[in-house]
């Protein structure tokens, strides 16, 4: 069946940006990627090819080089152990939700498992961060925790078998607690000053609020394909399908409607920003909202552009028509201890490919 992917942020008031030093942080991380030994083979392979330089890169733009290659090298490390969470027992998420947590919000405890090297490069990174940028690392940590809390939430959804058993409106909230958006919202903190007091106006807060949505809805638009050809049902286009008894191309359409009329709320939100009678705190307002806009089109940009998504469809060709076909369905088999995705259809190549556990 061939589907058309909505127009996701057909009129949106920013245009999507790379960051400066990205050339030279992608040499850095993949070098990093490849040489440290904290990763198989199989794993090398997916993170060179997942690219998470070009995704901090066009989720913050305005980045300094040490920041981009920390934020690299997190989200790298971040994507192996998301990918590990959707394969394991709800039992075991707990406890390595705990550690990965832990690792992290709070990285001057000891590890909790620290056979894991990635654990430590967790803890690192955290340092690290925390040493950069002071001031925004306590909002990360907790959003950190957040995202944690969400990933356990799915576990046992997934485990009580209630995926389905949620309606749009319940899941879209569950999904932000799965998606990490919050917490990779607030690392845009990472980029530019913000004063601590106006982080919490109705205005600015239902703005990161819309900007997670958005980011989610994205992914999930983009992802869909891979999802329905491996039974998942944490999507929201999934789940439209299943609340409103919709084809794909439905659901999808559906979809997109959503997603901009909370376009349209971001927008107007930006013409409600607050104002002072400080010129210097009211260009930092105004970097700050142009930082979340640039996050919202960059995340779409990127699954736009990686290979992740879209597979063997040409970029251009996808640019162009936004059509994919939607794939077979797949079956995973067990190989060494790890999860392995059996390809069912030649054109399934491309897009069927996993990171393997990393515990």
Same mark, same amino acid.
């Given at each position: 069946m061939l589907v058309t992917l909505p127009h996701l942020l057909k009129d949106w008031p920013v245009e999507g940006a790379l960051c400066s030093h990205y050339k030279a942080v992608a040499e850095a991380h993949n070098a990093w990627v490849k040489d440290s030994g904290f990763f198989s083979q199989k794993q090398t392979y997916a993170l060179l090819k997942l690219d998470a330089t070009l995704l901090c890169s066009m989720l913050y733009p305005d980045c300094d080089e040490v920041m981009l290659r920390l934020l690299s090298d997190l989200f790298a490390v971040s994507f192996l152990f998301d990918d590990h969470f959707e394969r394991s027992k709800a039992e075991d998420v707990l406890e390595q939700t705990k550690a990965f947590g832990r690792a992290y919000s709070d990285p001057d405890s000891s590890l909790l498992d620290p056979a894991n090297p990635l654990l430590k490069v967790t803890q690192d990174l955290a340092i690290a961060m925390r040493k950069e940028a002071p001031e925004a690392f306590p909002m990360l940590a907790v959003t950190w925790e957040t995202w944690m809390q969400g990933i356990c939430e799915e576990a046992l959804f997934h485990a009580a078998k209630k995926q389905f058993d949620v309606n749009f409106d319940e899941f879209i909230e569950h999904r932000l607690r799965t998606a990490a958006g919050e917490w990779a919202i607030g690392a845009v903190l990472l980029q530019c000053k913000f004063p601590a007091n106006l982080? =919490?106006?109705?205005?600015?807060?239902?703005?990161?609020?819309?900007?997670?949505?958005? +980011?989610?809805?994205?992914? #999930?638009?983009?992802?869909?394909?891979?999802?329905?050809?491996?039974?998942?049902?944490?999507?929201? *286009?999934?789940?439209?399908?299943?609340?409103?008894?919709?084809?794909?191309?439905?659901?999808? #359409? !559906?979809?997109?409607?959503?997603?901009?009329? !909370?376009?349209?709320?971001?927008?107007?939100?930006?013409?409600?920003?607050?104002?002072? =009678?400080?010129?210097? /705190?009211?260009?930092?307002?105004? +970097?700050?909202?142009?930082?979340?806009?640039?996050? *919202?089109?960059?995340?779409?940009?990127?699954? /736009?552009?990686?290979?992740?998504?879209?597979?063997n469809v040409s970029l251009e060709s996808f640019r162009k028509d936004r059509q994919v076909?939607?794939?077979?369905?797949?079956?995973?088999?067990?190989?060494?201890?790890?999860?392995?995705?059996?390809?069912t259809h030649p054109s399934n190549l491309n897009q069927t490919e996993n990171l393997v556990a990393v515990a």
């Open positions: 982080l =919490d106006h109705p205005v600015i807060a239902k703005m990161r609020y819309e900007a997670a949505l958005l +980011a989610a809805i994205a992914n #999930d638009v983009y992802s869909f394909n891979i999802e329905q050809s491996r039974g998942h049902g944490g999507n929201t *286009v999934i789940i439209s399908m299943k609340q409103y008894s919709f084809d794909a191309q439905e659901a999808l #359409d !559906h979809i997109g409607v959503y997603s901009r009329q !909370h376009e349209e709320s971001f927008m107007e939100l930006m013409n409600q920003a607050p104002s002072t =009678d400080d010129p210097y /705190v009211n260009s930092q307002i105004k +970097a700050y909202i142009s930082s979340l806009a640039k996050f *919202v089109i960059g995340t779409n940009n990127w699954h /736009v552009e990686s290979s992740r998504y879209r597979g076909t939607l794939l077979p369905k797949t079956m995973t088999e067990k190989h060494n201890g790890a999860e392995i995705e059996v390809v």
